[in-house]
C-alpha cells in the first residue's frame, strides 16, 4: 500500500516527465536504501558536503561543488557568492546591494521566471540583444558585441541559461566574459542528456554551474549540484550553512574551506533557508554515482522498448527516438478532440495520468514511470481512445 493513501493522496501515473509538480524523478531502490541508512547516524554536515565536493569534483570536473536544495536554490547561492565572495558585511547586508556591483548581463530571449531565483540575491538584470529571431521578425541572435555595449560600473557578472539553441555559445560568452573581469553564472538545470554535459559544461571555462538533481540524475527531487571556482563555492557553502559556531572550534576540511581566508565567521545566510538535510544529500551522490557509471544508450532503449509496447498494445502512435539530448516518447494524436481536453480526462481518472499536452495531440514520456505501472498506463489510455471513438 502506498503511504501516500495514509493521508488520503492517491498516487498519480506522471507520464509528463520529471517535472517538479508532479514530484520529479523516480528514485532507484540504492538511492532510497541510502537515504534510510543516512537518516540512521548523525553528521557534521560540512564534512559532508566536503566529501559531496569530492565526488562532484570528480564526476564534473570542476574545482569543487556543493549539494543545494535544488536547482533554484543553486541559483540562488551561486549569485549571492558572486555578490558577496568572502566580504562579511557584504554577505550581512544580502540581498542589499545598494552599496556595490549588482548587474548581472543576461541575454534578452533568455529572461524566464527561474531568474526570480538570482534576483532574489540581490542581483540586478540587465537585458541585452532583442527577441528578434523569437519574434518571427529576423534571423540573428544575440551577439557578443551586445553584451560588451552593456557594460557598466555595475557590472559583476552574466547569467547565462542554458538550453537547445542557446546563443552566443556558452564558451564564447566565458570567453569573453573573462576578459573583462566578469563571472559567468551558468543555469543547465535541465541540460543533462546528453549525459556528457555533466563535464562538458564546467570545461567551458564557467565559473558556476548548476544542474537540478531530481531530473535525469534521478536524485531526490529538493536537491541540484552547484560547482565551480572554489572560492565561490566557499562563499554559497557559507552562506548556506549553519554559521552558529564559534571561531576557536571551526575547523572545516581544509580542501573544501580555506579557512584562512576568513578572519571571522559570517552569521546566518541568505542562503540558510536552502538548507539540504543529510539524508538528501547522500540521496543525490549515490544517484550520482549510479547516472556516471550508466548508459545513456541502454536507458533509452529501454524506454524505447517500453513505448513500443505500449504502442502495440493501443495500436495507435507514432515512437518518437531518444536523441543525444531528449528521451523518446510515445506521440498519440487527438484528431478533432482538444489535446488539452485529452488532459483533464486522464487527470480525472483513477489513477491520474498526466501526459505532455502537444499541438496535435498528447506525448507519453517513461522517465518518471516505473515499469510495473506500464499496464495500468494501457488501461487508461485504452479506456480514453475508446470513449473517443
Known sequence: MSVYRQFGIEPIINAAGTLTRLSGAILPDPVVNAMQQAAQDAVAVEDLQAAASRIIARVTGAPSGIVTSGASAGLTLGA????????????????????????FLIARDQRNGYDHAVRAAGAQLTEVGLNEV??????????????????????????????DGSSPALRDVVDWAHSRSLTVLVDAA???????????????????????????????????????????IESAVLQMLDMDERR???????????????????????????????EQMVGLLVA??????????????????RLERIKTSLDRGTVVKGTT???????????????????????????????????????IDLTAVRKEHDSRLIERLAELFRSME
Request: net charge negative.
Open 134 to 163: 523569437v519574434a518571427g521578425s529576423g534571423v540573428r541572435p544575440v551577439e557578443i558585441w551586445e553584451y560588451e555595449s552593456a557594460i557598466t560600473d555595475h557590472t559583476i557578472g552574466v547569467l547565462y541559461v542554458l538550453r
Open 248 to 278: 576557536t572550534l571551526w575547523n572545516p576540511p581544509p580542501d573544501f574551506i580555506d579557512s584562512k581566508r576568513w578572519p571571522a565567521l559570517p552569521r546566518q545566510g541568505i542562503g540558510r533557508g536552502y538548507k539540504v538535510s543529510k
Open 325 to 363: 539530448t531528449h528521451p523518446p516518447s510515445l506521440k498519440l494524436e487527438t484528431r478533432d478532440v482538444d489535446p488539452v481536453e485529452v488532459a483533464r480526462t486522464l487527470r480525472l481518472g483513477n489513477p491520474a495520468v498526466y501526459v505532455r499536452i502537444e499541438q496535435d495531440g498528447i506525448a
Open 288 to 305: 550520482l554515482e549510479l547516472f556516471v557509471n550508466g548508459s545513456q544508450e541502454e536507458e533509452f532503449a529501454l524506454l524505447h522498448h
Open 80 to 103: 549571492a557568492a558572486i555578490l558577496a565572495g568572502n566580504d562579511l558585511a557584504r554577505i550581512e547586508r544580502l540581498p542589499d546591494t545598494s552599496s556595490i556591483p549588482n548587474e
Open 190 to 232: 535541465a541540460e543533462l542528456y546528453p549525459r556528457t554535459n555533466l563535464r562538458d559544461i564546467p570545461a567551458t571555462g564557467a565559473d558556476l554551474v548548476v544542474f537540478s538533481g531530481g531530473k535525469a540524475i534521478r536524485g531526490p527531487q529538493s536537491t541540484g549540484i552547484l560547482c565551480g571556482r572554489r572560492e565561490l
